[in-house]
């Protein structure tokens, strides 16, 4: 069975500073990678996926992520934050049916 | 182009009542999931949809839950019963079909039982 683990429940970084949000995998196969983020009281929005090809990924709103198959993590990254960035964030994985399983979320809280 | 709809957007029931949940997904959208978000936990998958079709159930519950994708109208999750551990966030999301694999979210019908 896959999974997806995000270890830290909260994320403190101060305005300006970079932040990494972690995610790990376990899966068989090629894996498909989401980021998404949510707002309170709202949907999810999707930030970035990893499918194939370069390691890097760009997103939205300057957000980047790290795919190394080697250490089986897919981290969150942005090289300076902003506060409007607080919010929850979920790693997620593609199964059969394009079905996804997300991670258990990790709040971000940047402060001024 | 409107994104996904979800309504209602906040649903309170009693115990033992039926709650119906709508999801219109995205224009050109035939695929539709449903996942649960309990207080404190991430989302959990419940069901794939695509038109007239159940094409994977299986994060939902035996009893008492039914989903549905008709011809014409909205997705539909239904909660027969509803007894207060149903009480959580139920977001719908959609996929065009094709190989671009990201789902759209809808905001949520966020369910609480009394």
């Known amino acids: 069975a896959q999974s997806v683990a995000q270890p830290e429940d909260q994320v403190n970084v101060a305005e300006g500073n970079p932040l990494t949000v972690k995610c790990t995998y376990s899966?068989?196969?090629?894996?498909?990678l989401f980021w998404y983020v949510q707002y309170p009281n709202r949907g999810l929005q999707f930030l970035l996926k990893?499918?194939?090809?370069?390691?890097l990924v760009k997103g939205s709103y300057g957000f980047e992520a790290e795919f190394n198959k080697s250490q089986t993590s897919f981290h969150l990254k942005k090289p300076s934050a902003l506060v409007s960035d607080s919010a929850l964030y979920f790693c997620a994985l593609r199964g059969g049916g394009n079905k996804l399983t997300f991670g258990t979320g990790t709040q971000l809280k940047v402060e001024l | 182009n409107a994104g996904v709809m979800q309504n209602p957007r906040h649903l309170v029931r009693r115990r033992g009542q039926e709650a119906r949940l709508r999801c219109s997904p995205m224009?050109?959208?035939?695929?539709v999931y449903w996942y649960r978000q309990l207080p404190e936990e991430g989302l959990k998958f419940m069901v794939y949809?695509?038109?007239?079709?159940?094409?994977?159930e299986s994060g939902m519950p035996k009893e008492r839950f039914s989903a549905e994708f008709p011809k014409e109208g909205p997705s539909i999750l239904r909660i027969q019963q509803v007894v207060r551990g149903d009480s959580a966030a139920y977001f719908c999301?959609?996929?065009?079909?094709?190989?671009?694999?990201?789902?759209?979210f809808g905001p949520g019908t966020r369910l609480t039982v009394t």
């Open positions: 999301a959609s996929l065009s079909g094709t190989e671009t694999y990201e789902q759209y």
């Open positions: 224009k050109g959208h035939s695929h």
């Open positions: 949809l695509q038109k007239e079709n159940i094409i994977d």
């Open positions: 990893y499918i194939t090809g370069d390691n």
């Open positions: 899966v068989s196969g090629n894996p498909y």
